[in-house]
């Protein structure tokens, strides 16, 4: 009967079920002779031959793996000395290698850092101007070392000499005021500055790292640097001022007078009631890091003056003169500007020379002898 509208449905009851019955199944499905405890010869020799095939994996891995490592640490840090010269063993370890590269690279950007903002003061070559020289060898022995210069470029001028009125700025983001070298341009600053000149460097592009090519010759531009690596000061040697200007006076400040009863000094004046002062006396002014004239003329065997007047403020300069073998024959005092000393030269014989400032080489000039 089925459900009709508007009546209540019907109930129906669930279905009846037989009973089912239970299959009897084993609880291991492996063979019995899986179940037995003891080994039987054969699985127990199979057993002692995987250990042993193990135990030589794991030996033969742990050898492998020490070996990598023993030559990984001499790769890295060099071979023995007996060992050098063979086929296989490198000239230098990974490390000095990249090392050496990591300094050329830091010497060649820190030349253009020191063309773009020390070159003015202190010269293209280090030698000197408005700023101290910085090629001399005695200064770069150890005076000039990678501390005393990191706290020159981080303190400035005020530093080397006690002036609060230095023109040397600070040059370090670490100073205060900061200035505009970040660490790693000062750390290249200070590698070209402690440069060797046994090795040669290229000149590089600024901006794209690319060697600078010389249109005259057409090849790379090079340069080396200017330290000395064989230098030695001499044994009585005396250390470098801490202030630059103080060496050009004999770090007092004035000149040392020479003992009694011995002569005057090359380059200083003569002593009052010396002798008759030299009968020539040549004009010779230093101006914007040059000389006013190219050529000066003296008498033959005879002593002769040069009134040397350095019109450059606070600039080092002096007079020197060397022969045609490049030999030096006279050297004045170095004094700064503005002032006036006047050399008192021996008698020379006729010939041409060259006089020059010992401080800025670049000032040069003929002086004709006869």
Known sequence: MTDQPGSRPEERLPATRPAAEVVPADRFSAP?????????????AKIVRQSASARGVGFLVVTVVV???????????????????????????????????????????????????CAR?????????????LNDQSKLYQHLNANYLRNVLTVGG?????NPDSLMPVWSDAGNPPGPLNYVQINDLIAFLRATNDHEYVVRDPSLGEPVIDPKTGKEQTFTGWRDPKYQ???????VPACWSAALTGGGGAA??????????????????????????????????????????????????????????GV?????????????????????????????????PAGTYTF????HPNMTGTLTIK
């Open 67 to 117: 070996a990598f490592i023993a030559i990984y640490y001499l790769y890295e840090l060099g071979f023995p000395g007996p060992l050098q010269g063979l086929p296989f063993v490198p000239p230098e370890s990974r490390l000095a290698a990249d090392a050496a590269a990591q300094q050329v690279t830091a010497v060649e950007r820190g030349y253009n850092i020191y063309q773009a903002n």
């Open 316 to 348: 080092p300069h002096n007079v020197a003169i060397k022969d045609a073998n490049g030999q030096e024959v006279f050297k004045g005092e170095i004094f700064n500007g503005v002032a006036t000393r006047t050399y008192q030269v021996p008698a020379l």
């Open 256 to 313: 040392t007078p020479a003992p009694a009863g011995s002569p005057a000094p090359a380059g200083s004046p003569a002593p009052a009631g010396g002798g008759a002062p030299a009968a020539t006396t040549l004009q010779l002014t230093a101006q914007n890091i040059q000389y006013d004239k190219a050529e000066l003329e003296a008498p033959a065997n005879q002593p002769f003056a040069i009134e040397f007047n350095n019109q450059d403020a």
């Open 233 to 239: 000061p001499a044994p009585d040697a005396t250390p």
């Open 121 to 133: 003061c202190h010269g293209a070559k280090g030698e000197g101007g408005i700023g101290p020289v």
């Open 158 to 162: 005020r530093y080397v000499c006690g």
């Open 32 to 44: 019995p002779s899986a179940h037995a405890f003891g080994l039987t010869p054969e699985r127990a």
């Open 356 to 359: 020059f400032c010992t401080v």
